[in-house]
């Protein structure tokens, strides 16, 4: 009776690590599966559907959070268990597409998630100037540039918390909530007459709502690409430069003809109408099987990692001078006229998405850092070119190349966090999060001191003030990347 009864509960597990895991059509993205089941296609709608395979029987009824085979043998005679990495599993990266239309697709939901929040950030600039000289005029620089401060900020610090809660399948909740706070935000910003009401509706509102797009935007685009994810990731940052273009330019045309108002809520039903194509086609394609925590404090005994988050602090604090203060600096010294001055923050983001693209092209090749730290230096130096530039000519060139090398601090710090992480795939969202949350803190209080500047200083001192925190954060970031690969000048790193 006892040997029936062992007999009984001899577990029959099997590898999974035949060819036939490949064609699980699970993974079948660019073919039609040869044999679909109900679960073939992972939805937002059902972010927990993986649950389906782990009925009892299934062989690949296996913990999915399990590196490598192993082997456990007791001694009542059971037999051995092997216990393999299902081909559903986040660190599975033999399943990941890489390709196909399912993933591109996501490529471009990013795309627009990328248009509508950074793209809105990018876009302070021109509300900048407009504030300073006809809605808030009694408002200081330094004041106005807290509301957009507190926006960049609020995007980066929602970012840390949105990504455990992606974490646990709620993409769709992300995705629907973050857009309806950033269109509700826009449109009462076109009701607001007094600083208290733009700070409610354009900081807190509307930084919130994109903070619940961003992480997520970037975690998915992790499970559907490996080998090319820094061109992806760029191209999906590029919205963000779309966005700076298309909405400055929007935003100065028709406030002439329909007023500060209805041109708000025009950008409004703008951002309303996009955030259509993110949740028509973005899928989530597979979840950590494991919930995380908000933190990953281990990963700061990484050095590399530590110095990478403070080099992006510091040059965060430095970066968003020109992308705030260049339309005012060109008005007030009277360098060009109103129209061309607008049109400047326009320059400078259409430069910007060749400055996402291709230095993340080419950081697949050469490595990360190797890509952002002369980016960076020349972001740097470019920043003291402003104290020079006093032609039309001279300004508009110096803006276009300043967007393009300034374009890399945005795309390509997830490619580093994501090349520091790949021995922990199932922590790039938690390591993501707590790095642009500390990085928020230098986004927060970078352009009010650089406004507190300019009403004690000038110009010429913020720029100053910019191009030396960009510069001690490329010495920073040469110094984690010497710490991760040593500091031969060829090393991929």
């Known amino acids: 009776m006892i040997n029936m009864d062992r007999a009984h509960l001899t577990p029959k597990v099997t590898s999974d690590s035949s060819p036939r895991a490949s064609n699980d059509p699970s993974t079948a993205y660019d073919g039609k599966p040869e044999h679909p089941t109900k679960d073939s296609t992972d939805s937002i709608d059902r972010p927990t559907g993986d649950n389906e395979h782990n009925s009892v029987g299934k062989e690949t009824d296996v913990p999915e959070d399990i590196e490598r085979e192993r082997e456990a043998k007791s001694g009542n005679g059971l037999e051995p268990v092997k216990i393999v990495r299902?081909?559903?599993?986040?660190?599975?990266?033999?399943?990941?597409?890489?390709?196909?239309?399912?993933?591109?697709?996501?490529?471009?939901?990013?795309?627009?998630?990328?248009?509508?929040?950074?793209?809105?950030?990018?876009t302070f600039g021109s509300y900048q100037a407009y504030y300073e000289t006809d809605l808030l005029p009694s408002s200081n620089p330094s004041s106005i540039?807290?509301?957009?401060?507190?926006?960049?900020?609020?995007?980066?610090?929602?970012?840390?918390?949105?990504?455990?809660?992606?974490?646990?399948?709620?993409?769709?909740?992300?995705?629907?909530?973050?857009?309806?706070?950033i269109v509700l935000g826009q449109m009462m910003l076109s009701l607001c007459h007094a600083y208290w009401q733009v700070?409610?509706?354009?900081?807190?509102?509307?930084?919130?709502?994109?903070?619940?797009?961003?992480?997520?935007?970037?975690?998915i685009l992790n499970t559907y690409f490996t080998t090319r994810i820094g061109m992806v990731v760029g191209i999906a940052a590029s919205g963000s430069s779309l966005g700076g273009v298309i909405y400055p330019v929007t935003f100065h045309k028709l406030i002439p003809q329909i007023g500060f108002g209805w041109t708000t809520r025009v950008i409004g039903f703008m951002i309303l109408g996009t955030q259509l194509i993110p949740a028509i086609f973005m899928r989530v394609r597979v979840l950590p099987a494991n919930k995380r925590s908000l933190f990953d404090l281990r990963a700061f005994l990484i050095p590399s990692y530590s110095l990478q988050i403070i080099g992006f602090f510091i040059g965060f604090m430095g970066l968003y001078m020109p992308f705030f203060y260049s339309q005012v600096y060109a008005l007030s010294d009277n360098i060009t006229n109103p129209d061309l001055a607008f049109y400047l923050l326009a320059i400078m983001n259409s430069s910007s998405i060749f400055g996402r693209i291709i230095p993340n092209f080419l950081a697949d090749k050469l490595g990360g850092f190797n890509v952002v730290i002369p980016c960076t230096l020349m972001s740097g130096i470019l920043c003291f070119c402003f104290i020079k530039a006093r032609s039309v000519a001279g300004l508009v060139v110096l803006m276009a190349v300043y967007g393009f090398f300034s374009g890399s601090f945005v795309s390509l710090p997830p490619k580093i966090i994501v090349e520091l992480s790949l021995d922990a795939r199932e922590k790039i969202g938690t390591r993501l999060g707590q790095s642009f949350g500390c990085v928020a803190f230098g986004l927060l209080i970078g352009t009010p001191i650089g406004g507190a500047i300019l009403d004690r200083s000038g110009f010429d001192y913020v720029w100053v003030f910019g191009g030396c925190l960009l510069l001690a954060s490329a010495a920073i970031l040469t110094v984690a990347r010497g710490l991760l690969r040593g500091w031969g000048i060829l090393v991929k790193a």
């Open 199 to 219: 700070l409610l509706a354009q900081a807190f509102c509307i930084g919130i709502g994109c903070g619940m797009l961003f992480v997520p935007s970037v975690a």
């Open 86 to 122: 299902s081909v559903r599993d986040v660190n599975h990266v033999a399943s990941i597409p890489n390709g196909g239309l399912a993933a591109w697709l996501q490529v471009l939901g990013a795309f627009v998630l990328f248009f509508n929040s950074w793209g809105i950030i990018n």
């Open 145 to 181: 540039s807290w509301i957009g401060s507190i926006q960049a900020f609020l995007l980066l610090i929602v970012g840390m918390i949105s990504g455990p809660i992606y974490d646990a399948g709620y993409f769709r909740t992300l995705l629907l909530g973050g857009s309806l706070l």
